[in-house]
């Protein structure tokens, strides 16, 4: 059986190790933001509105809403 929260731990330490013994920098750290927003195919709630037809206040009734850097954003990676 996979355990996702273990794989979730070793990942973030992996990351929080390399960047703090500077083998990684900024640039990567953006560059695995990007890559983690493809997968979950993150939009904001009004690029998700506009993409789907639907409304601002549509947008807000999605289950899927995440909130980073005091931004909400919808996961739409079904």
Same mark, same amino acid.
């Given at each position: 059986?996979i355990d ?12 929080a ?5 500077n ?5 990567s750290?953006?560059?695995l933001?990007?890559?983690a !927003? ?6 904001t ?7 789907n !037809?639907?409304?601002?206040?549509g ?10 850097? !005091? ?8």
């Open positions: 059986m996702i929260k273990a794989n979730t731990d070793k990942l973030l330490q992996f990351v190790n390399k960047f703090e013994n083998e990684l920098d900024n640039n750290l953006v560059q933001i990007e890559l !927003g493809s997968y979950l195919n993150l939009q709630l009004p690029n998700w509105a506009a993409a !037809g639907k409304s601002y206040n947008a807000k009734m999605q289950k899927n809403k995440i909130e980073l850097f !005091g931004v909400k954003f919808i996961i739409d990676n079904f």
